[in-house]
């Protein structure tokens, strides 16, 4: 099962930041939080990862509570692009190998 | 550097047939993933290859295979179709030189199988 919970759908004005909330309650020390997110019909794209520290990238920002058991991704300047179902992921490590887990996202609509 | 491609992109096969689906990782990825995405069970694990080995598999029937070549390029085949394995079929890469932080991997655009 996931290891995560998020909210199953958000609403996003077209210019306005886009904040999805992730919760990770029983995270591990040693795991990292991905998101990745899928447009329709595509394979799920990349966006960022963390393991404690706020990070950044050309495409989003992540803000990890400092008891890393939630998390917020968030799209500065939404676009109609960026609808999309978001996934936020919490790495699984077993010693035979490592996979994703993805749960069910959040769908987030961006409207003009 | 071109991404994961897939191939065949669609595919439509009757319930008992076997099937074949391939997977180019971008150049220089030595590990392979496949994913099975339904509407019900959304996005779920099916194995991963890396240096032709199976490192990790999910929880699928013995039906579901995969084998990784030399060139990393990899295959999955199902056998005995069923009417649920119609499904959008993803392959994954990464560098993967070994089980280490971070963990990003690279989607392909998948593989729409219809089973009929």
């Known amino acids: 099962d996931a290891k995560t919970t998020q909210p199953p759908s958000m609403d996003c004005a077209e210019g306005r930041a886009a904040n999805l909330p992730c919760n990770h309650s029983t995270i591990s020390g040693n795991e990292y939080v991905y998101w990745y997110r899928q447009i329709h019909s595509q394979g799920p794209q990349y966006i960022i990862h963390g393991l404690k520290n706020n990070e950044t990238n050309e495409m989003a920002s992540l803000i990890i509570t400092e008891d890393r058991k939630s998390s917020t991704l968030i799209l500065p300047h939404a676009t109609l692009r960026d609808t999309a179902v978001y996934y936020c992921i919490v790495r699984v490590f077993n010693q035979a190998g490592t996979a994703l887990i993805f749960g069910k996202g959040t769908t987030l609509s961006v409207s003009s | 550097k071109a991404g994961v491609t897939q191939t065949p992109r669609y595919l439509i096969k009757t319930r008992g047939q076997q099937v074949t689906l391939s997977c180019s990782p971008i150049s220089g990825h030595r590990s392979v993933s496949w994913y099975q995405q339904t509407p019900g069970q959304g996005l779920q694990f099916l194995f991963e290859y890396f240096s032709e080995t199976q490192r990790n598999k999910g929880n699928f029937p013995g039906r579901f295979s995969g084998r990784q070549f030399s060139n990393s390029r990899s295959e999955m085949n199902v056998s005995t179709l069923e009417l649920g394995d119609s499904a959008l079929y993803l392959c994954?890469?990464?560098?993967?030189?070994?089980?280490?932080?971070?963990?990003?991997?690279?989607f392909g655009p998948g593989t729409r199988l219809t089973v009929t």
């Open positions: 994954a890469s990464r560098v993967g030189t070994r089980d280490s932080f971070p963990y990003e991997q690279y």
